[in-house]
Structures are given as structure tokens and as C-alpha cells.
């Protein structure tokens, strides 16, 4: 007979509160009869990630049993937020914990707030990572997440307090101390003679230890995982130092390993160059390369059957170092011949880039890179010598096209081109939007794109977390209209509901819910904040990190010159402004100085404008501090704007507009990155479009430069608003100086040029607002029409047009 774990029924409420009660007795060693909110969300969390471990085991041993081809994501990031809900969701047991938990006399949504975020990322691309895993494991598909065990995550932005997340105990990971590979940094290398081997031996060596995170799919038993690293020393201790009395030596070793993975690197489309940084990168990669060699090499097959097994998406360039550790491993430790090796490599890998800015490329300075991965450097040598042969085999005599292509950058000192080295290693290459993926094409890989490969997956993000954990209401008012809840795995289905636009009762009952979505901001601005806001104005979100180029300026300076326009105008003319209340959240990078500045100005404006009384309830301004994935999840469901107004060509995709449209909230946007998709499938009279176009910004931008005109020309409308800042109307006047300079002097983001569309955009948004029936219709066409941006479609394309993986999923006994 099967030696079966305990099993709970998904609706059996008492012993699923037997379970909870059991972790407060023996897990936590605490009494039942005394326990706080925390004790209570601790013992939950154990309860449920019970529930998880089963199935996470299923579907391990049944991997292992049938070995599908499987596709591992490698992320620098991973943003999950917080997971009970999500995973009482997922399992469909919510009403059970619900009910389990009130048995014992608490209210489960106070629980869920007692849990932190587990923050390990920035922004758009580390949300993105956990939206895609969640929905690996919803679409049955093999496949595992790698990444890195930060102690100390993305860092605030006006206290620079950083966030501890784990200075509680973490239910949510499960620590796998007899999972750990060496790693080595520095040392010397030996060429093996009349070979292409070498030996890397010396530097330092230090383990990476496994701890995983179950992801259970919705309604399927599949659960993923996610495998992050954390480092550790080899030996806790040195005997010798210890022997000889030394004791700080005897430990230093052990807290310097410690420190490779201490910190989350807080920039955002912004290169540091920090010799620590690539440390993680390869410690990360190099790790998770082990681990899936070592589950490969099980199977016992050649090693030219790898890429039937196994295929890696770097998200980012930020894991390419792990094309040159395959190398490595393949060439060094395995004896395959190099172009065996090659061939290999490069039907195993494939990259997404998510960013066109310049700034944003990472190029290691080679000195850095070859004193700590010596051999590494030696087969990027090997890989670029063989594709620049290549290259000026097809461009004879076209040195200056060699030169652009390089994976090495001349110069003093040269440069390690991240990019070109993914791209030349990878199978495929894709951008994260249709304007995007022909950007990349036609400029920053201009060059490189001659191969084939390139291609196009539109991001997406999951609905489950993104409406039916967001928006409770929301997605019951559609599973109730649809009479099935099918929608939440087939994101396409709630497009049925856009003739429902027409539907009076059906819209009373969608406005209604934003209405309540937007009392429960108000209560958690006036509970935190201590500021009232008017539900019955406009909410417009601005939520995403700070960004020059993602142009909260022009959304700031539209307030001030609605501010002015307020304080100008005369009762009669008050009566026709409509309310708003302008919500920005998000964090700027602690070395960006422009982003701190613009920060400081919204909290300025704020204080001002929310205490003059010639404003009245006609604005308010709200900067939300700590913006986070749960902080989001309140914000997304009350939006009635979602402002995406980056310059055009800027924005590889945006996410945050996706969120905002499947929850009702209009587009006021770009056409810029998935801005253009989400505007066609809406359709542009249920959008407000404005700005300069991608194809002209280049134009605009170098006659800003080149054929100075004063701002007052450019837009008067905006020199107004900075003779009000510099005026002091907002405190400190001076101090704006550098983020005003910007703009007067190049004004490479257009901000002044794009300033006078964006005003008439706002126009239109307020001369809807005063028909609610209309506003209402277009906010149901909003998000009925977003069925194409699911994290479920964009991994069903990454899975058939990349990866050529396959469901499969854990039979249901
Ligand atoms: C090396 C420093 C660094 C760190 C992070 C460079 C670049 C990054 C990320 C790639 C930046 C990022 O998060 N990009 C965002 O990716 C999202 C997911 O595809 C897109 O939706 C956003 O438009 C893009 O800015």
C-alpha cells in the first residue's frame, strides 16, 4: 500500500482549522487560546503551504518520472508580493480558510495584511516574471523559475529605508541545505595543451544554496517552482585561523559569502557597472546551470539531446553570463568538442530584451570581468572571433559594421557587450511589444538582426492576481453574467460581455463596484495618510517607478496648470472643472537625482494644493509612499484613468496599463509600447491617444537640440507652470532648477513639445466625465477588451513559438 500524507478535504472547514491549530501547537510552539494576528497568519500560511508542498511533490515526481522537454525562466527579479491569498485562490479553498480562520476568531482579511511582500524586484520586469510563472503552472506546463534569495530588497524612496522582508520567518520557502553547488570567482586558468580545454582552478570558492518557493497553478493540481539561490561559504569556518586564536579571520569568510546575496540591486533601467552585481549574475546562473545539468545528466543521453530537454529564457541580459558557463561546463568539465559545445548552447538559450534605453545596456569593463571570471572571458574571445569571421565573411572589406557588431567594445577600457553576446548565443530574440520588437529591430540591434530569430511576445499579466484577487466584486459580477467562471483561465471569453456596454442595469451594477473599489482607497489614504479625497472625482493613476522618460513631469505639470487655471477662475467657471484626484506611486532609483527631484515636487504640489482653500474638493494630490505589489492591488480596482504617457518608442511594453484596463480604469496614453496593441483592441474612441509618435520623436527631439526655440514657444502653457514653481509657489523654487533645466535646455523627453496634446487629452477625459453613462460604457469596452493581455496567452506564445514545450499536466488521481 502507498504510504499516502495526511490528506484535508478542499471544503472540510473544521479540519482545515484542525490543521491551522495543529501548526500554533507544534510548529510555532504558541497556544491556541492566546494568539495575535500574527501568530494566526503565521499558522495559516504553514496550513496552506502544506497543501502546496503535496502537490508541488506530485508534480515533481511526476516530471521526474516522464521528463518532458522543460522551459527554466531566468530572472535577476521576481516580484511576487504577497502569496496567501493568491494560494488559498489558486487551490480554491478560500472560503474554507475564510470560514477555518473566523472559527477561531479571526477575520481573514486582517490575516492576509499581517503578511509582507516579497519584494525581489523593481518593476515592470520582475513583475512580469511572476505573472509568467503563475502562469506556467496554470497552463500545465513543465518549467521552473531560477533566481536570487535577497535578504534586503528594493530600497524606498524617500526614507532609503530598506525593507528587511525576511527578518520574519518565511513560510512561503522552503530551505534545501543538501541542494547547493560550488562556486568559484577569480583564480587563474591552465590551457590544457592541443585541446580547448583549460583548468580554472584558485580565486575563491563559495556554495549557492537552494531555497524553493511552490507556485501552484489555478484550478490544477500543477504546481512550479521557483529555485532561488542564496550564497554561502564553504566551510562555516577556517580551522587554521581558529587554532591560531584568530577569531574574526575564523568567520570573515563566512559573512563575506553571505554578502554576494545580500542585496537587491534597486536600479531600473539604469547600468551601475558594480563588480558585486555581476558576482550575483554569475553565482545565479552558474548554480541553476548546475542543477539542470545535473537533473539532465539523470536521463543518462548524449549531450547533444540537451536542447530536447531543456530550454532557457533569460529574461533580460542580466543571466547571459549562463551561455558562457554552458560553454564552460560542456567544453572544460564534460571534454564535448567546442562547436559540439556551440551547437548545443545555442539551441538551449533564448533572450528577451525589455528596455531600448542606451543607459540600460549592461557592458562589463573587461579588466573587471577578466580578473573575476577569467575563463569565461577566454571563450567570449573564442564565441566573437568565430562570429566576426562570419560576419565579415557575408560584409567583406565592412570594418565599421565589425565594429558595431562586436561583442567586445574598443576603447580604454574596453567593454563586454552583454547583449550582443545573448544575442549571439540565443536560438531567439524577443521584444515585449509589436512597437517594441520592430524598435529593436531597426535600431539598437540594427546591426545584429541579419540573423533570424527575432520576434515579437506581447507581455501579459495574470487575471487571477490582477481581477479576481484585486477586484473580488469585479470578477464575481463576470462569472455571474458568463455563468462560468472559465473566463479566469481563458482570459478571451470576457469579450462576450462587451455588448453588455449597452446594458443600463449592467452598467449601474459595473459603476458600482468602482465606486466601492474607490471608498476603499479613500479609506486606506484617509486611515495611513490622513487625507481625504472625493470619490466622486476623477481618479487618475500614475503608478510605475520614477523615470524621466516614463514623464510624471507631464502629468505633475498638468496639475499645476490645473491648479492655476483653478485659482484664476471665477465661480462660474469653477462650476465646470471637473474633480480630480491624481494618484502617483512608485520609486525612483536612490542614486537618480532628476526622479528624487520630481518626487520632491509631487509631494510639494500636494501639500499646497490639498490645503488651499480657493481649491476646495475641485483637486487633490496624492504621492503613495512604498509602493509595492499590495499597495497596487488597492490602487488598480479604483482607477477611473490609467495614465501612460512615456515618450513614444521609450516604453518597451508597460504592464501597469494592463492591470489598469482589465479593472475599467480609461486609457490616457502614448502610442507607445503595449499602449498601441491595448488601443486597437479597445478601440481609439474608448481611449485617449496623444503625444508626438515614435517615428517623429527623433526629429523633434534633435531640433530641440539643434534649432534651440524658447519653451515659451514651444509651449506656453508650460512656461507659465515654471514661473509658478520657480516663483516658490511650491516652496524652495530654486531647488527645482536642475529638473526644469532639463527640459528648458534639450528636452530630450519632449515634455514641453508633448505638453499642449496632453492638456487637450485631459480635456476630453473631463468632458466625458460629466456624462457618467458614456464614461461608463467606455470603461466596460476598456476591460472586456483586454483578453488578449493575460500572462496565460503571452506563455501559451512563448511555449509554441520558442520553447516547443507541451502541457503536461499532474493527473488528477
Ligand atoms: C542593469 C540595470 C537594469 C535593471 C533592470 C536594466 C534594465 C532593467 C529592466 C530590464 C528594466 C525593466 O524593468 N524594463 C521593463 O520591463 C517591463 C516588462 O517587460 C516592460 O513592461 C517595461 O516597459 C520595461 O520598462
Not at 29 to 38: I, P
Amino acid at each position: 500500500t502507498a504510504i499516502e500524507a495526511e490528506q484535508v478535504d478542499k471544503d472540510d472547514v473544521q479540519g482545515v482549522a484542525n490543521t491551522v491549530v495543529r501548526h500554533v501547537t507544534t510548529t510555532l510552539a504558541r497556544q491556541a487560546g492566546n494568539l495575535d494576528e500574527l501568530g494566526a497568519y503565521q499558522a495559516t500560511a504553514l496550513s496552506v503551504r502544506d497543501q502546496l508542498l503535496k502537490r508541488w511533490n506530485e508534480t515533481t515526481s511526476y516530471h521526474t518520472k516522464n521528463a518532458p522537454k522543460r522551459v527554466y525562466y531566468l530572472s535577476i527579479e521576481w516580484l511576487m508580493g504577497r502569496t496567501l491569498d493568491n494560494a488559498v485562490l489558486n487551490l480554491d479553498m478560500r472560503n474554507t480558510y475564510e470560514s477555518a480562520t473566523q472559527k477561531l476568531g479571526f477575520n481573514f482579511e486582517d490575516l492576509l495584511n499581517e503578511e509582507r511582500d516579497a519584494a525581489l524586484g523593481n518593476g515592470g520586469l520582475g513583475r512580469l516574471a511572476a505573472c509568467y510563472i503563475d502562469s506556467m503552472a496554470t497552463l500545465n506546463l513543465p518549467g521552473w523559475g531560477y533566481g536570487l534569495r535577497q535578504l534586503i530588497s528594493s530600497t524606498g524612496e524617500q526614507l532609503e529605508a530598506p525593507d528587511p522582508w525576511l527578518d520574519r520567518e518565511n513560510p512561503w520557502e522552503i530551505p534545501r541545505l543538501d541542494v547547493s553547488y560550488p562556486i568559484r570567482f577569480y583564480g587563474r586558468v591552465e590551457a590544457i595543451p592541443n585541446s580547448s580545454r583549460a583548468i580554472w582552478s584558485g580565486g575563491n570558492e563559495c556554495l549557492a544554496v537552494a531555497y524553493d518557493v511552490p507556485i501552484p497553478g489555478f484550478a490544477t493540481k500543477n504546481t512550479a517552482n521557483l529555485r532561488l539561490w542564496a550564497a554561502r561559504p564553504i566551510q562555516g569556518f577556517d580551522l587554521n585561523s581558529f587554532n591560531a586564536g584568530n577569531y574574526e579571520a575564523s568567520v570573515a569568510s563566512s559573512s563575506d559569502a553571505e554578502n554576494i546575496t545580500r542585496v537587491l540591486y534597486p536600479n531600473d533601467n539604469m547600468y551601475a557597472g558594480k563588480e558585486l552585481r555581476l558576482k550575483q549574475q554569475y553565482l545565479w546562473c552558474s548554480a541553476s546551470l548546475q542543477d539542470i545539468l545535473r537533473r539532465y545528466q539523470k536521463l543518462n543521453l548524449p549531450w547533444d539531446q540537451l536542447p530536447d530537454y531543456v530550454v532557457i529564457q533569460m529574461n533580460d541580459t542580466h543571466p547571459t553570463i549562463s551561455i558562457v558557463e554552458l560553454m564552460r561546463i560542456l567544453i572544460d568539465e564534460e571534454e564535448v568538442p567546442y562547436d559540439v559545445a556551440w551547437g548545443i548552447t545555442t539551441k538551449v538559450f533564448a533572450y528577451t530584451n525589455h528596455t531600448v534605453l542606451p543607459e540600460a545596456l549592461e557592458k562589463w569593463p573587461l579588466p573587471l570581468f577578466e580578473n573575476l571570471l577569467p575563463r569565461h572571458l577566454q571563450i567570449i574571445y573564442t564565441i566573437n572571433m568565430n562570429f566576426l569571421n562570419e560576419v565579415a565573411k557575408r560584409f567583406p572589406g565592412d570594418m565599421d559594421r565589425i565594429r558595431r557588431m562586436s561583442i567586445i567594445e574598443e576603447g580604454t577600457p574596453k567593454f563586454v557587450r552583454m547583449a550582443h553576446l545573448a544575442i549571439v548565443g540565443s536560438f531567439k530574440v524577443n521584444g515585449v511589444a509589436a512597437l517594441h520588437s520592430q524598435l529593436l529591430q531597426s535600431t539598437i540591434f540594427r546591426d545584429l538582426k541579419g540573423r533570424d530569430g527575432f520576434t515579437n511576445v506581447t507581455n501579459g499579466v495574470t487575471p487571477r492576481r490582477w481581477l479576481l484577487q484585486c477586484n473580488p466584486r469585479l470578477a464575481q459580477l463576470i462569472t455571474d453574467t458568463l455563468g462560468s467562471e472559465h473566463w479566469l483561465v481563458n482570459l478571451k471569453q470576457i469579450s462576450q460581455l462587451l455588448p453588455m456596454a449597452d446594458n443600463a442595469e449592467f452598467r449601474h451594477a459595473f459603476r458600482e463596484i468602482k465606486i466601492e473599489n474607490k471608498a476603499r482607497l479613500a479609506d486606506v489614504l484617509h486611515s495611513e495618510l490622513g487625507l481625504s479625497v472625493d470619490v466622486d472625482s476623477i481618479f487618475t493613476c500614475q503608478i510605475k517607478r520614477l523615470h524621466e522618460y516614463k514623464r510624471q513631469t507631464l502629468n505633475l505639470f498638468g496639475i499645476i496648470h490645473r491648479y492655476l487655471r483653478i485659482k484664476k477662475a471665477t465661480p462660474q467657471e469653477r462650476k465646470k472643472i471637473a474633480k480630480h484626484t491624481a494618484i502617483f506611486a512608485g520609486k525612483a532609483a536612490p542614486g537618480y537625482y532628476i526622479a528624487k527631484l520630481v518626487i520632491r515636487l509631487i509631494v510639494n504640489v500636494a501639500k499646497i494644493v490639498n490645503h488651499d482653500p480657493d481649491v476646495g474638493d475641485l483637486l487633490r494630490v496624492v504621492f503613495i509612499p512604498d509602493y509595492s505589489v499590495s499597495v497596487a492591488e488597492v490602487l488598480i480596482p479604483a482607477a477611473d484613468v490609467s495614465v501612460q504617457i512615456s515618450t513614444a518608442g521609450t516604453e518597451a511594453s508597460g504592464t501597469s496599463n494592463m492591470k489598469l484596463g482589465l479593472n475599467g480604469a480609461l486609457l490616457l496614453g502614448t502610442v507607445d509600447g503595449a499602449n498601441v496593441e491595448i488601443a486597437e483592441d479597445v478601440g481609439e474612441d474608448n481611449a485617449f491617444l496623444l503625444g508626438h509618435l515614435a517615428a517623429d520623436v527623433e526629429a523633434v527631439r534633435y531640433s530641440n537640440s539643434y534649432n534651440p526655440t524658447s519653451l515659451e514657444e514651444r509651449s506656453p502653457e508650460l512656461a507659465a507652470v515654471f514661473k509658478a514653481i520657480e516663483a516658490g509657489t511650491f516652496g524652495d523654487g530654486h531647488v527645482y532648477e536642475p529638473l526644469l533645466k532639463t527640459i528648458y535646455d534639450h528636452d530630450y523627453y519632449l515634455v514641453s513639445n508633448d505638453f499642449g496634446s496632453y492638456l487637450a487629452a485631459e480635456n476630453l477625459v473631463d468632458e466625458l466625465w460629466a456624462d457618467q453613462e458614456e464614461w461608463t460604457k467606455k470603461s466596460i469596452r476598456t476591460a472586456f477588451a483586454m483578453g488578449s493581455f493575460t500572462s496565460d496567452r503571452s506563455v501559451q506564445d512563448y511555449a509554441d513559438s520558442i520553447w516547443s514545450i507541451e502541457p503536461d499536466p499532474v493527473p488528477e488521481n
